[in-house]
């Protein structure tokens, strides 16, 4: 029926799986393969699901079969329709059945290198998909020429020939393919293996390492999908650190997909077979399991709560395990992190406090309990300055399971002082300071966060809120709206958390929607409102004269105020102008030494009778504290370039001054002042109004409100 010129006889018996869910190129394949006289074909049925067809294919990839020739469903791509080029489509289809195949199997890549795809694609795209094959060590790919369109209107003769055309067209192309595959593959295979194994592993380290901490900016941003698709990229680009399988696995914790965040762990514990993060990893999720079933209301003795208690048990002790045969490796070596795993596993089980949750009776605490003792009996006498990071950590830990905070407070201070414990033990300060604000110490939980804050921690955010929370207890409310305003800009994904509104009291409901009522004032009327350009131009000239006054630049500044009396005399007397106090205390203490230089005599003059004028048409108190705020905030951004003290002072600030004055000219004439809000309204995004407005009304109607724990 249709000649060719290839001699594959060798190959006949070559085992071949087909799963084609084009339904043509199914057809023109099966009637191929049979006319060239293969005698084991196996064709699959392929669902029209993309997901499902995946997961279908990669048993068969994990099977019997020599070769597989493959030809999936699309992907979906929601709202990007055609801006995903095929090669994404191609790479996506091979990391999907990758991702899967790993699971299970220590070395995908080889399993992929029998899986070839039959792609309809012009010339000029060959050579780039096939850069983006060689990834996944496929050898070869058949690049199939599109078939001729049969179009309903054409007479069954036109349609007959064009359809004989096709097939003819296919036999040629498909039978060219499988004579070059049989002869090159195995040449071709380890031509790739040399490819991938000459890559310059550092590049891909360093490609690694920007992919992990772009995905930690988009976590903190509350960025969670772009976070876990960073990840995927960092796994598939440096598989060789366990790092990104584990933080993968957290992010899918925070978005409580927990299934996919066991596979992670479950992918990092066959890859990683030595090392106990992942155990530990899934001992912490199983008991958050559990917390989250006991807060729904489910028993303690329930049997879905003693599997996943057990789980978490075996789970903890196999990690304590693991680590304890690391720790006998790396013993010659005490700065090795591995060295001093099993005390930082021990300080996972304490974090968890589940004593609080199920008793400290319950047999599964029991059990954990006398794990965690074992694990730091011995570290009770041995002198805290010689202690490592993690023990520190254990130790302050168990110290404040049995509520001795004076202990806690020194082993975790000490634990500041090691680097591989510093960013845990910055977390447990800081719950420590919760602690003692519960007790009603809420001064001396300030000056414990006062104290972390010299160290410089990464949680600053969450450090702030505490203090925002200690300052609402203790009725501040002008500090804790500096504080509240100063943690969002810190973190402004902190509002995501549960645990932001578990702390969160009527007071200090009432201080963030009063910032953001304010805030939306702000970025409204900034939209709309027309500011002359002459009184833009003299808030600029005061804050220069500002600037100069505090870098101590005097001869500087008293130039800028002698034009501003000069050019806009009736605006130096307003309080806007000096009724935040600067202004006035430079100008008395600069008094003397002008006193002392006659060419000076008539500046003098001019002072000391704006002086007398402002004494006597001081700023109204309410302004003057605005305004003193205000500088302060301007100061912060523009000399210290702090952008959290500028929103701590804001924030007070906003507090301070009715509403109404967020509409006037003046306060958008100090072109900071309007940055500043823009910000801090940005910044505060991810706050729920609604749930802020419940805690009120529900204070207000004298209803029960959800206890404002920790």
Not at 292 to 320: C, M, P, R, W, Y
């Amino acid at each position: 029926m249709y000649a060719t010129q290839i001699d594959i006889t060798p190959h006949l018996a070559t085992r071949i799986e087909t799963f084609l869910f084009d339904p043509l190129m199914r057809r023109h394949t099966e009637l191929t393969l049979k006319h060239m006289g293969f005698t084991q074909v196996i064709d699959h049925n392929v669902p029209r699901s993309y997901f499902e067809a995946i997961n279908r294919i990669a048993p068969i990839v994990a099977g019997e079969a020599d070769l597989i020739l493959m030809n999936l469903p699309p992907k979906p791509y929601p709202g990007k329709g055609e801006l995903v080029t095929i090669y994404d489509m191609v790479a996506d289809n091979y990391a999907d059945i990758k991702m899967i195949l790993a699971k299970r199997h220590p070395e995908p890549l080889k399993m992929l290198s029998k899986a070839l795809p039959l792609i309809e694609v012009g010339d000029y795209l060959r050579e780039k998909l096939i850069d983006v094959l060689v990834r996944y060590r496929v050898p070869a790919a058949f690049f199939l020429t599109a078939p001729m369109a049969i179009k309903k209107t054409e007479t069954p003769a036109r349609k007959a020939w064009k359809a004989k055309k096709n097939l003819e067209l296919f036999f040629q192309e498909m039978s060219t393919y499988l004579n070059y595959y049989f002869r090159d593959k195995d040449e071709l295979v380890t031509l790739i293996d040399d490819k991938l194994t000459e890559k310059d592993l550092t590049e891909r380290k360093k490609q690694y390492d920007d992919l992990m901490l772009e995905a930690k900016h988009f976590k903190e941003k509350g960025d969670l999908d772009t976070a876990v698709n960073l990840l995927r990229q960092a796994i598939e680009v440096f598989p060789q650190d366990i790092e990104a399988f584990l933080e993968s696995g957290r992010v899918y914790v925070r978005k409580k997909e927990y299934g996919r965040a066991l596979i992670r762990y479950g992918q990092a514990e066959d890859l990683f077979q030595e090392a106990p993060e992942p155990n530990k990893e899934i001992g912490n999720l199983r008991l958050s399991q559990v917390k989250e079933k006991i807060k729904s209301g489910a028993s303690a003795d329930s049997d879905e709560v003693k599997e996943l208690l057990d789980e978490a048990v075996t789970n903890f002790k196999e990690a304590l395990g693991k680590a304890s045969e690391l720790a006998k490796k790396y013993a010659g070596n005490p700065n090795d992190n591995k060295n001093q795993s099993v005390t930082a596993i021990a300080s996972e089980i304490l974090k968890q406090n589940l004593s609080a949750v199920l008793g400290p009776d319950h047999p599964s605490v029991r059990e954990l309990m006398g794990v965690v003792q074992e694990t730091t009996a011995s570290l009770g006498g041995v002198p805290v300055d010689q202690l490592t990071g993690h023990q520190c950590l254990a130790m302050g830990m168990h110290a404040l399971e049995k509520d001795d905070l004076p202990s806690s407070e020194l082993y975790f201070f000490q634990a500041l002082k090691h680097p591989d414990a510093f960013l845990e033990a910055c977390s447990q300060i800081n719950q420590m300071g919760m602690a003692f604000r519960r007790k009603g110490l809420v001064e001396d939980a300030l000056e414990m966060y006062e104290k972390l804050l010299e160290h410089d921690p990464p949680n600053k955010g969450s450090v702030y809120w505490n203090m925002a929370v200690a300052y609402a207890a203790k009725d501040d409310l002008l500090e804790a709206s500096g504080y509240a305003a100063r943690c969002l800009v810190a973190d402004p994904a902190l509002p995501l958390a549960e645990d932001f509104y578990k702390s969160l009291t009527p007071p200090l409901a009432y201080v963030l929607v009063k910032l953001l009522n304010v805030l939306s004032i702000i970025v409204e009327t900034a939209k709309t409102i027309q500011v002359p350009p002459a009184l833009t131009n003299i808030y600029r000239a005061r804050e220069r004269m500002v600037r100069h006054i505090e870098a101590n630049e005097r001869i500087e500044a008293l130039k800028i105020f002698m034009l501003l009396i000069q050019k806009a005399k009736k605006f130096t007397v307003s309080p806007e102008f000096h009724g935040d106090g600067r202004i006035i205390q430079f100008l008395q203490e600069i008094r003397a030494p002008l006193a002392e230089n006659p060419k000076y005599q008539a500046s003098l003059n001019t002072i000391n009778q704006w002086l007398k004028y402002v004494a006597q048409h001081a700023a109204p108190p309410r302004l003057a504290r605005f305004l003193k705020l205000a500088q302060q905030a301007m100061l912060a951004m523009t000399v210290q370039g702090d952008p959290t003290q500028a929103a701590h002072a804001f924030g007070k600030a906003l507090m301070v001054m009715p509403e109404s004055y967020f509409r006037h000219p003046d306060f958008y004439a100090r072109e900071g002042l309007s940055l500043i809000g823009r910000k801090l309204a940005a910044s505060c995004k991810n706050l729920d109004v609604k749930r802020l407005n419940r805690r009120i009304t529900a204070e207000k109607a004298g209803t029960p409100a959800p206890p404002a724990g920790d």
